[in-house]
DNA sequence: TGCGCCGATTGATCCCGGTCAAACCACGAG
DNA sequence: CTCGTGGTTTGACCGGGATCAATCGGCGCA
């Protein structure tokens, strides 16, 4: 059976729970879903002006590239968050997916209509807004401020937040948990302003550390959650 | 006579140009001016949580202080520009004035009602808050990768595009623009993620080079706007 | 089983920007 | 006029992370 938006698993934790369930086959039928593999463009430069999307799996992630090459990577997003720009042109960024996904798919017009008569989608969409401005600014600190070890610990509790299976319980004082990082070395340090040999360098010190553990690939262990909280932190909040 | 909302002179490029005529003497009722001398804070700490502004002159400057002392400047804020979160708790991010300033004060719960009532003002505020993320991200983009020459090449770009004043022709190609910057040394440092020392001597750097002259104080000439954008460049757009 | 490829790791060296320290320069108060 | 103060400039030195370069290791493929 195709999987609609009434029996959509993250809806409660996407911009669409602000639509009433009367609206559900109306929105249903305006979306469609689509898988992607990882590195497949979800908006390529300029066409983020006709679509717009919600993550059901996995991970994307907003890039700048300059002219020289050189590459920065300014925003994840992860299940249940929003993508796109409605209300304005389409940007110089690149939206790829970093790990494979699933995404559900609107066309920005119809989206933008949604908006104007459901005021809560509205207020929901200028809620995710600030939260992302707030990442980003905090991203700002990051760059502006942290060294490679704060900036290693920072990325891996961000994504251990975001990943990690939640188990109802609350997680803070679990011995040890382990996700796969959505991003390879080389992105890690796109995301970080490091170089792919600083991030490799700082990872295996935070392992002698004892701090967390590497798997092969993309698998990490975090063996000492407080110490990669007090690493990660000079409390960028 | 006390200034009004019908007069108000930033009104075309604040967000309430979004409101129709005959709401005017409403938002006028519910706003009131207030002059901030430089330094001062506009919104302490979680405070914004019952506040939001518009900027009408001088420039303000939201700021991330972590524990141990550092400061990254996260957004600069020009007239015309929206500042606060509605439908969104406070941050603890500050907001004090760089310049003096003349600014426009909402109460927050006031301005949630008119967004629910006029959908374009939601509409411009999305709008408003799409842009501060693009600003977001090509400050991300600089603070990962920009040199310190890039960087302050960069900043004073943004000065001049904001801060100029437009004598109706297209000013590219004037020949030299003198503007003040709204940052002291340590305030561009903080902004730009760089010291105070390396603010000084890359200015200098760019004043030999002939780029731009520095006058006593906050005073800046623009002697080559061509040499100025391609050192910002790196393309970051 | 061997080869080629690509990402990751590790090492050696370099350099940009940070750090420490010392003037310098108005400006205001006594 | 002198002193103090706060922001700025300049110099000498240092170090974290970039750069350059070599090697490794898993995987697909012949």
């Not at 939640?166 to 070395?185: E, F, K, M, N, Y």
């Not at 360098?201 to 798997?215: D, N, P, S």
């Amino acid at each position: 059976m195709r999987p609609t938006c009434r029996t959509c698993a993250i809806r409660p934790s996407a911009v669409c729970r602000a639509l009433p369930p009367e609206a559900l086959d109306q929105i249903n039928r305006m979306s469609h879903r689509k898988h992607l593999a990882a590195g497949r463009t979800l908006f390529a430069a300029e066409d983020a002006a006709h679509t717009v999307a919600t993550v059901l799996a996995g991970v994307a992630k907003t890039s700048v590239t300059s002219a020289d090459g050189r590459t920065q990577i300014v925003g994840l997003h992860f299940p249940g968050d929003f993508i796109g720009r409605p209300h304005a042109a389409g940007s110089a960024n690149t939206v790829e997916a970093a790990t494979d996904m699933d995404v559900c798919l609107f066309d920005k017009g119809r989206f933008e209509a949604l908006l104007r008569e459901h005021e809560g989608l509205s207020r929901l969409l200028i809620e995710r807004m600030t939260e992302d401005l707030d990442a980003a600014r905090e991203w700002m600190f990051l760059l502006g401020h942290k060294s490679a070890e704060e900036r290693l610990a920072s990325f891996i509790a961000l994504c251990i937040d975001r990943l990690e299976p939640r188990c109802g319980v609350d997680a803070a004082d679990q011995p040890a948990s382990r996700i796969d990082l959505p991003l390879s070395r080389t992105e890690i340090g796109h995301f970080l302003g490091l170089t792919i040999e600083t991030v490799s360098r700082v990872l295996r010190r935070l392992q002698t550390a004892g701090v967390i553990e590497i798997e092969r690939g993309r698998g990490i262990r975090v063996l000492d959650r407080e110490a990669l909280a007090a690493t990660a932190a000079s409390a960028a909040d």
